[in-house]
């Protein structure tokens, strides 16, 4: 039986790194798999939410007339301009030049009566600004239809300056540049998502680790056996390696043995994890059991189990041997010795 809790014992830094080590690769796969994963989320969500958008703008030079000073400060500031354009005779002049050009056919083919025109155009498609001179007014069209951008951008070109005509404020208006209209590139964060990703899995990764580490109570070393159960712990046998084989990687282990079964004439070597037990009747027939228990496997309590039997049938348990040992993590835990 176990003498003390295993939650409870001391942390072996050594065993850890190098269960740690063991389970590395696993850690590694799970860190790309969410950097893939969050990286590839990034993109599906980007190219959802964000996805096309074409923009261009005119700028317009404004040349008011010099009696008027006092109702352009009132009426043609950065604010009012914008409320103008979506006003109903910018917007009216704009649909006349839409229709005025054969190659808008598409683009109105897509709404069926006027008023639905009118809603487009004043839905964002287009923003004006005074950003410095109120003398300069910038207008800027956004769609995700390039054509559809460069159509109402020609009509603006035209129509706006038809409208200003009109406006006792203002002697002229003049288009001084024109953009054509380019694909915005957002800000890509692709990095940043993988980076974030793989960052998340390796912390959950090496979290689920950790837990599963704290709750392993799998035998490693011999310490692990001497400090979980009040038997003699005979030694380790490697994965292939038999008790009679001439060779044995703890030399130790024979000699143990023959003291441990100097009074025991017909031992018998019991695996925990072979089920079912021998009955009592054959196992007192034998003058007492060496338990043999997996290396690295979660045989806790499969082995309280079978000591609990064991003790049950008043059977003398007269030692422990950890088997299938790994060769590469006994060799690096006992100091890299080969003998």
């Not at 063991?22 to 939410?49: F, P, Q």
């Not at 190659?103 to 498609?125: G, S, Y």
Request: charged residues 25%; hydrophobic residues 40%.
């Amino acid at each position: 039986m176990n003498d003390s809790d295993f939650m409870n014992e001391s942390m072996d830094l050594k065993k850890l790194f190098l269960c740690l080590k063991k389970d590395l690769v696993r850690i590694i796969i799970v860190t790309i798999i969410g950097a893939v994963m969050c990286g590839g989320i990034y993109l599906v969500v980007r190219e959802i939410r964000m996805g096309k958008v074409y923009q261009s703008y005119s700028q317009f030079y404004i040349e008011f007339l010099k009696n008027s000073e006092d109702e352009i400060n009132q009426h043609f500031n950065a604010y009012t301009w914008n409320d103008l354009l979506h006003a109903d005779p910018v917007i009216n002049q704009i649909v006349i030049a839409l229709k005025e050009v054969p190659e808008n056919e598409k683009i109105l083919n897509m709404l069926l009566v006027d008023e639905d025109l009118k809603v487009m155009l004043r839905d964002n498609t287009f923003k004006g600004e005074i950003l410095s001179d109120r003398r300069l007014l910038k207008v800027t069209y956004t769609s995700d239809f390039e054509a559809k951008v460069s159509a109402i951008q020609q009509a603006m070109e035209k129509g706006l300056p038809i409208y200003a005509a009109k406006l006792r404020e203002v002697e002229s208006i003049e288009l001084v540049r024109s953009t054509e209209p380019e694909l915005i590139v957002w800000d890509n964060q692709l990095n940043r998502a993988i980076i974030g990703g793989a960052v998340l899995f390796l912390l959950l990764a090496l979290f689920i680790w950790w837990f599963s580490y704290i709750l392993d109570d799998s035998l490693y070393t011999l310490n692990d056996a001497e400090k979980r159960y009040h038997y003699p712990v005979a030694g380790i046998l490697l994965k292939g390696e038999k008790i009679d084989a001439e060779r044995l990687y703890f030399d130790e282990l024979k000699e143990n043995l023959s003291y441990f079964l100097r009074e025991s004439k017909n031992p018998l070597y019991l695996s925990v994890c072979k089920t079912p037990y021998p009955d009592g009747a054959k196992l007192r027939s034998y003058d007492g059991v060496i338990l043999e228990i997996p290396f690295g496997h979660r045989y806790g309590k499969i082995t309280d189990r079978c000591v609990s039997y064991l003790r049950s049938q008043n059977i003398k348990i007269l030692g422990l041997i950890i088997t299938e040992a790994d060769r590469k993590f006994i060799g690096l835990y006992y100091g890299g010795r080969d003998k």
